[in-house]
């Protein structure tokens, strides 16, 4: 079965940061293109970041730049999202997506989510 | 950035009707337009993409049209399982998403 399940999620202070992953399974993970798409509580969806199946190319919304790397380990079919001086506005589901073929494209697999909480 | 503007944002609806979302893009995005469907603590899920493109497994029932500005996502005969929110996004550029619709039970 084709899957994606992300841990890390959590309660931060702002300023404070965080590392999510992702475990992928059933699939190649190592030629795919990988995403993070986030979505606040009771509001829609946003696309955090892209990479690359090597890794070469990471790209991020203009929000999240700066502050977020995304990662992968190939060997590990996982994928990671590094959130630093996050804020109250970072708060959100954060799920892992796959990109069937290219850098822009639909997202085919989500994984469940997991919750990000930037509280004082 | 491109910006896509859904309509409308709720729909109310009976077991049975057709039903049809419109999706606007702020410029053209060719055919590079997707849809899913979200229920309430869950995931996403594609059920359209390429704008007319049916995901595999996605019921027949779910259609999609369109081409540069302007999509529409169908819905021929609604089922009890249809209730749900959803969201198109377009990926001719980095992915932008619509705010949603949310199609609710009359």
């Known amino acids: 079965e084709v899957q994606l399940v992300e841990s890390g999620g959590g309660l931060v202070q702002p300023g404070g940061s965080l590392r999510l992953s992702c475990a992928a399974s059933?699939?190649?993970?190592?030629?795919?293109?990988m995403s993070w798409v986030r979505q606040a509580p009771g509001k829609g969806l946003e696309w955090v970041a892209n990479i690359k199946q090597d890794g070469s190319e990471k790209y991020f919304v203009d929000s999240v730049k700066g502050r977020f790397t995304i990662s992968r380990d190939n060997a590990k079919n996982s994928l990671y999202l590094q959130m630093n001086s996050l804020r109250a506005e970072d708060t959100a589901v954060y799920y892992c997506?796959?990109?069937?073929?290219?850098?822009?494209?639909?997202?085919?697999?989500w994984g469940q989510g997991t919750m990000v909480t930037v509280s004082a | 950035d491109i910006q896509m503007t859904q309509s409308p944002s709720t729909l109310s609806a009976s077991v049975g009707d057709r039903v049809t979302i419109t999706c606007r893009a702020s410029?053209?995005?060719?055919?590079?337009l997707a849809w899913y469907q979200q229920k309430p603590g869950k995931a996403p899920q594609l059920l359209i993409y390429?704008?007319?493109s049916l995901e595999s497994g996605v019921p027949s029932r779910f259609s999609g049209s369109g081409f540069g500005t302007e999509f529409t996502l169908t819905i021929s005969s609604l089922q009890p399982d249809d209730f749900a929110t959803y969201y198109c996004?377009?990926?001719?550029?980095?992915?932008?998403f619509g705010q949603g619709t949310k199609l609710e039970i009359k």
């Open positions: 997506a796959r990109l069937p073929k290219y850098r822009y494209d639909a997202f085919d697999i």
């Open positions: 996004q377009q990926y001719n550029s980095y992915p932008t």
């Open positions: 410029q053209s995005i060719s055919s590079w």
């Open positions: 390429k704008a007319s």
């Open positions: 059933g699939f190649t993970f190592s030629t795919y293109w």
